[in-house]
């Protein structure tokens, strides 16, 4: 049995059974992290000589029956701009590069108390801004199926790292797909919660209206138990719902008789490949044999979605970013004459061209000239989209769209042409407007065996019934067993 090959819940049960120990489980993580790291470049920080210490610790414990935690002793990997007490939270920046949080985010405590041992922090793009994870100040992240190939972005490490099973499942953010997106690219599962489900306490600000922190696993049954573990109000997070608590895995019936899945057609047009396109038409065949009722529709706003999403994003980046200034915790110009030019040329060399161009986009919509043309009708068209999907949850329980128009793309192919990159987010972008939960899971291959994601959207706070019918569907393919991550080069 090769253990990093093991979803969450067979290590949970082997270890319950005592057929595997914490310290057998930890090691061969690690070891897999010192095999697989120098061709895949996941990880900013990682931590496996703490984790053998920590898993030693556990074991013990554990030995004793004092082992507090339904996880306790699972290893995870965590998303690079999640506040880490003690352990540097670099955002793959060069602005943070020395940054070591003096505080942990709120699903980092979540995670602790569950005694969940964390391997380390994994690479993304530069402040979560990309889909493609080449804009890390330190490193490019490989896609395990093919190393020639971008793993997405901007969660591209957290992906990269479940699906090289350096680790069993990740944490990611998500605030136009950045969860979603990498998964489809990288062949796991990724889900992005309800606006409001997880705390962003602790989480980097890059869109504070549109983030959201999630999970990364390698199957549907992984991320219900990690959302149950993050999810929950939070004081410290205004925006965080005081919902109650749920237990996300008693909704996984395997069984869609009689679901409504809404097929919306804009998102099956002109952009998506061809190859998706005939993978995402398999399964909706596949749904109906399972016994759902399938209607094509128009969700005739969702061309503007793109627009809108990057005006928001950008204009919010913009605000958020303005505390990187040279002074407080960050990167600062070694050579300055005033004030003035410590920001200046901080600014200047601590932000890489992809969040420059951000900041520059974001401070000109919101400048008072643009104000009204283009942040303002940003917003209302943002009320649009969100009055357009809550019209079409009256009839479907789920929407089915493809998650990303495109497989992983060859590294290098799109980074001299931003628009290009936000293309790649066409299918994701409309759920964080909406602040809808949305969860991507592989559905087959293309034609060079490069995993193909599809994405179900669901209504807010309804993650049940995207969990449920997105493990139906698992259950029905078996992606997993038919399908494993290659390494070519
Ligand atoms: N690729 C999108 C962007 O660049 C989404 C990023 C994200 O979800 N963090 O903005």
């Known amino acids: ?265 804009e998102f099956f047009g002109e952009g998506i490949n061809e190859e998706v396109k005939a993978s995402l038409q398999k399964t909706i065949e596949k749904y109906k044999e399972l016994g759902a009722e399938i209607e094509e529709f128009s969700l005739d706003i969702a061309k503007y979605a793109l627009a809108t999403y990057y005006i928001i994003a950008c204009a919010e980046a913009s605000s958020n970013l303005g505390r990187f200034d040279g002074i407080r915790y960050t990167y600062r110009t070694p050579e300055f004459k005033n004030l003035k030019e410590i920001y200046k040329k901080s600014r200047s060399e601590g932000f890489g061209p992809e969040v420059k161009r951000r900041i520059i986009l974001g401070t000109y919509v919101l400048s008072s000239g643009y104000y009204d043309a283009y942040y303002k009708k940003a917003q209302k068209v943002r009320t649009l989209v969100m009055n357009e999907f809550n019209k079409e949850f009256e009839k479907y329980d789920v929407i089915l769209t493809p998650t990303s128009p495109t497989v992983a793309f060859d590294i290098g192919s799109k980074t001299n042409n931003p628009l290009e990159m936000y293309l790649a987010d066409i299918c994701t972008v409309s759920v964080n407007i909406a602040g809808l939960p949305g969860i991507s899971i592989p559905c087959g291959v293309d034609k060079e065996g490069m995993p193909i994601g599809m994405q179900l959207i669901g209504n807010k706070f309804c993650e049940e019934t995207i969990l449920n019918a997105a493990y139906t569907l698992e259950q029905a393919i078996n992606f997993r067993q038919n399908y494993q991550p290659q390494f070519r080069k």
């Open 1 to 265: 049995m090769d253990i990093t090959e093991l979803t969450v819940h067979e290590l949970q049960e082997k270890l319950e059974s005592k057929e595997l120990t914490i310290t057998e489980i930890t090691k061969a993580y690690c070891d897999r992290i010192n095999e697989k790291e120098g061709d895949v470049q996941a990880f900013v920080t990682t931590l496996t000589e703490n984790a053998m210490e920590q898993a030693k610790g556990m074991q013990e414990q554990f030995d004793k029956g004092e082992l507090k935690g339904e996880f306790a002793g699972i290893p995870i990997g965590i998303k690079d701009n999640i506040c880490t007490k003690g352990i540097k939270t670099t955002c793959s920046s060069k602005m943070l590069e020395n940054f070591v949080s003096p505080y942990d985010a709120t699903v980092m405590e979540k995670i602790k108390e569950e005694n969940i041992i964390n391997l380390g922090k994994l690479n993304m793009d530069e402040f979560a801004m990309g889909g493609s994870t080449e804009y890390s100040y330190f490193k490019k992240t490989k896609n395990p199926w093919n190393l020639n190939k971008v793993p997405g972005g901007s969660s591209g490490g957290s992906a990269a790292a479940v699906a090289a099973n350096m680790v069993p499942w990740a944490l990611g953010s998500d605030t136009g797909g950045s969860i979603r997106q990498p998964a489809s690219f990288c062949g796991v599962v990724g889900l992005k919660p309800t606006y409001g489900l997880v705390s962003r306490y602790g989480l980097v600000a890059f869109a504070s209206s549109l983030d959201q922190i999630g999970p990364i696993t390698k199957d549907v049954r992984d991320a219900a138990m990690l959302l149950n573990i993050i999810a929950g109000h939070d004081e410290k997070d205004t925006t965080s719902s005081d919902r109650p608590k749920m237990d996300y895995t008693k909704c996984l019936k395997n069984d869609v008789k009689g679901l409504k899945i809404g097929i919306p057609k």
